[in-house]
């Protein structure tokens, strides 16, 4: 890019230019700069995008590509949960009633497809991922070869002296060794006009030119390539990190959606239940008035009825309010305005025994995940830099040579750089005053016994979370058994308990009750078998064998 120099004068200049002038050299100016700037932006985007995820899809390979491969499968590992759809599942009347004909219909797959591509969060994520290409970017400039030229023009005007007119034109490049020296060149060309009168001949031109060749080398402290690329190497490693992080999150986000779906699902059910355990505490209510009237009951039945029907109203306001408020969060994850109506279709998750051997899990999930496979690298980077902190601590003895041709810049024909010279010499800082090296290096070594200990905790996290993982999944298991026997149990009390209030044996408080039972007794099965759903999933990405697709969808 072009430098302009500003003008200089002497103290007691005096000079008038025309304004005209001015005006003409300060638009030429700024149309020189405006025209190649015009499309600068775009281009410069265009060109950030196409490096950083040149460098992101590199490493993703690297880390990703091959990663079914190397993980392992524990011992008689079911297949991944599933959704399920059919008759008896559809969307409850109330959710479904509520959405209009122009609502967007959403079942699993496409809820998180839908959240993948438009999530807030998820852009979010990818926009961190897509900052550490920036970074590593930038730090892979620096250790390649660095070219600068700048184009400088000066007029000097001084009262009482001759003009001069003088140009330059530098070259220069720069490469880091990997020894840890750096190779750099130059090359200028530079000249100069006097100009003593306004009559011609009286001008006088001097050019010049010089080449030169610089060498720096550290012999002892920042010698070799572990400690002069450490920044190249701790780059490439973050890249790496963040590749790794943003695939849990993938993860741990199409985990969330599934969940946050079948919340909504549920809690539709759930309303659904709240709504026909209204209508029967109403019809109930009707039904024990009528008997009052014929006086087949007492008053104390009616009171009770209408308390039952008060409190089922209750909890039907209260289960609406909380299932709008539901709709309202899902819309937000997935990117949706709240104003937007939507439907989901009829499926609710499936139940699967999913019985695991504790021992192989955890040597599986010691082996396979991403987060452990991170910190394990970085007890790594604790140790390099150890030893990078110990180099720190020797002398400094660098070598430093260069060669060059310069012209003698006295006229014209003396512009080719003819005149050689050289130097070559050795420097030697002697370590009189290694405090903060000293005290770098002994904060290295905490960090490393940190690093060490922090790893065989999580080790550990990790085999405690997984055993406990499978002894909840075995949990809900069993209680899902238990209550579908519950269920069943509740719905055979009712129909016993409708004919014998029917026989007069039992007083309507007591089929009330009976039916309120099993409306609990299904809420509670939903519920246990939306937990049962997520915790497969979890289990999966606590052992390392989730994987999901650009979709968001879990592979089988």
Not at 116 to 127: I, L, V, Y
Not at 140 to 158: A, M
């Amino acid at each position: 890019m072009q430098q302009v120099h500003p003008r200089r004068f002497g103290p007691s200049t005096t000079f008038s230019v025309h304004a005209g002038v001015v005006n003409a050299i300060v638009s030429c100016v700024l149309i020189a700069f405006a025209l190649p700037l015009a499309g600068c932006e775009a281009f410069h985007a265009a060109d950030a995008d196409r490096e950083v995820h040149a460098a992101m899809a590199k490493y993703q390979d690297r880390v990703l590509a091959n990663r079914a491969s190397w993980v392992k499968q524990p011992a008689k590992l079911p297949p991944p949960p599933r959704a399920r759809s059919g008759p008896g599942d559809s969307q409850p009347a109330s959710a479904a009633s509520s959405a209009p004909s122009s609502a967007r219909k959403l079942d699993l797959p496409t809820a998180l497809q839908f959240a993948f591509q438009n999530s807030r969060e998820f852009k979010t994520a990818s926009e961190t991922l897509y900052r550490a290409g920036l970074g590593y970017s930038l730090t892979r400039y620096t250790f390649g070869p660095i070219l600068d030229s700048t184009i400088s023009y000066l007029w000097n005007y001084n009262e009482g002296a001759p003009n001069t007119h003088s140009i330059g034109v530098p070259l220069s490049v720069r490469q880091v060794l990997p020894l840890g020296g750096s190779l750099g060149g130059t090359a200028s060309a530079n000249g100069v006009r006097t100009r003593a009168g306004e009559v011609a001949g009286d001008n006088d031109y001097r050019w010049g030119s010089d080449l030169r060749v610089n060498l720096e080398q550290p012999l002892l402290r920042g010698a070799g390539y572990e400690v002069s690329h450490e920044g190249l190497t701790q780059a490439e490693r973050s890249l790496i990190y963040a590749v790794r992080q943003f695939e849990l999150f993938r993860q741990d986000f199409a985990i969330r959606v599934a969940q946050s779906y079948y919340d909504l699902v549920s809690q539709g059910k759930r309303l659904s239940n709240d709504e026909q355990n209204y209508k029967d505490a109403l019809a109930d209510r009707n039904k024990s008035e009528a008997l009052r009237k014929l006086e087949r009951n007492k008053p104390d039945d009616v009171f009770q009825a209408r308390r039952r029907e008060i409190e089922a109203e209750t909890a039907l306001v209260a289960a609406r309010t909380d299932y709008r408020l539901r709709q309202d969060d899902f819309k937000i994850l997935l990117g949706l305005a709240t104003a937007e109506a939507i439907e989901l279709s009829a499926e609710e998750p499936a139940f699967e025994s999913a019985p695991l051997d504790s021992d192989s899990a955890v040597a599986v999930a010691l082996h396979n995940r991403l987060d452990l496979h991170t910190q394990r690298d970085q007890l790594e980077d604790a140790r390099r830099a150890l030893r990078i902190a110990k180099n720190d601590l020797l002398p400094d003895l660098n070598l430093s040579a260069s060669y060059g041709m310069s012209s003698a810049g006295l006229a014209t024909t003396d512009a080719t750089p003819n005149n050689r010279s050289g130097s070559v010499g050795m420097t030697l800082r002697l370590p009189l005053d290694k405090k903060a090296e000293r005290n770098a290096y002994r904060s290295s070594q905490i960090s490393l016994d940190q690093a060490t200990r922090d790893l065989a905790q999580t080790e550990n996290e990790i085999e405690r979370d997984v055993r406990n993982a499978i002894r909840e999944l075995a949990q809900f298991e069993k209680q899902i058994t238990l209550q579908q026997d519950k269920l069943t149990s509740e719905r055979r009390a009712v129909a016993i308990m409708a004919y014998r209030v029917e026989s007069g044996e039992a007083q309507q408080r007591d089929l009330t009750d009976a039916r309120q039972s099993l409306n609990n007794a299904l809420n509670d099965l939903i519920e246990l078998n939306v937990r049962h759903f997520v915790a497969r999933l979890r289990l999966r990405r606590n052992l390392g064998v989730l994987f999901i697709d650009r979709n968001g969808m879990w592979e089988p």
